[in-house]
């Protein structure tokens, strides 16, 4: 079967670095989704990667290695703003979105 | 500013109910979805549409029917209400077509209570 993983809950400093991982075992790859969703709210696009490597957009960066069926969302400079659900989603062969449980990042002053 | 507008935010509903939930975008999007999201679980696909009048059944579709009569409108019906489908429905719509990034815009949800 298709199975994302990622961790359910995680804390951090204002001002730290967290890293977010995300396993994934799908049938076929066609790009790897990050989208962040504070409570209550819609989840909003975060970053996409397709090839490997990493991608860097202001604070977030995300990375992605499709040997290893991995990828992780690294945010730095963490502001309280940044409390929110960090979900992880793979386009599979058949260009359907496999989503992960997500994780709740704690930022914690 | 994109736009996509779910029609209540809240619904309490009793068991055998019909509910119909309204989704609306203003990005001419081709591509709208209807997922629900419950807690521990990703979100799953119940079901989506590529063009006025075409839908196609997602990983969940049982229980719900879908109508998507305009272009910027995508409606969720449930049939009959039970208590399994209280949940958060989440409406998302995406410009682009398969083999393409296909970033998705969501709606704020529907938190839908079945007594």
């Known amino acids: 079967g298709q199975n994302i993983d990622q961790p359910t809950e995680m804390t951090a400093t204002e001002g730290a670095i967290v890293q977010i991982n995300c396993t994934y075992q799908?049938?076929?790859?066609?790009?790897l989704f990050w989208y962040q969703q504070h409570a209550g709210e819609a989840p909003t696009f975060l970053s996409y990667?397709?090839l490997d490597g990493l991608e860097e957009k202001g604070r977030f960066s995300s990375f992605l290695s499709r040997s290893k069926g991995y990828s992780y969302l690294l945010l730095k400079e963490l502001q309280m703003k940044d409390s929110a659900s960090y979900l992880c989603?793979?386009?599979?062969?058949?260009?359907?979105?496999?989503w992960g449980a997500g994780t709740k990042l704690i930022i914690k002053p | 500013d994109v736009k996509v507008t779910q029609s209540s935010r809240y619904l309490v509903k009793r068991t055998g109910e019909k509910v119909f939930l309204e989704c609306v975008q203003d990005?001419?999007?081709?591509?709208m979805f209807w997922y629900r999201q419950d807690p521990g679980l990703g979100l799953r696909l119940i079901y989506f549409?590529?063009?006025?009048?075409?839908?196609e059944k997602g990983d969940i579709p049982e229980g719900y029917s879908v109508s998507r009569e305009k272009k910027e409108r995508f409606s969720l019906i449930l049939e009959s209400a039970s208590t399994n489908q209280t949940s958060m429905y989440l409406c998302?719509?995406?410009?682009?077509?398969?083999?393409?990034?296909?970033?998705?815009?969501f709606g704020e949800g529907s938190r839908l209570t079945v007594l």
């Open positions: 998302a719509s995406s410009p682009l077509l398969a083999g393409e990034a296909g970033e998705l815009f």
């Open positions: 990667n397709v």
């Open positions: 549409s590529y063009d006025v009048k075409m839908k």
């Open positions: 799908t049938s076929g790859f066609n790009g």
């Open positions: 989603a793979v386009k599979d062969s058949n260009y359907q979105l496999i």
């Open positions: 990005m001419d999007h081709e591509n």
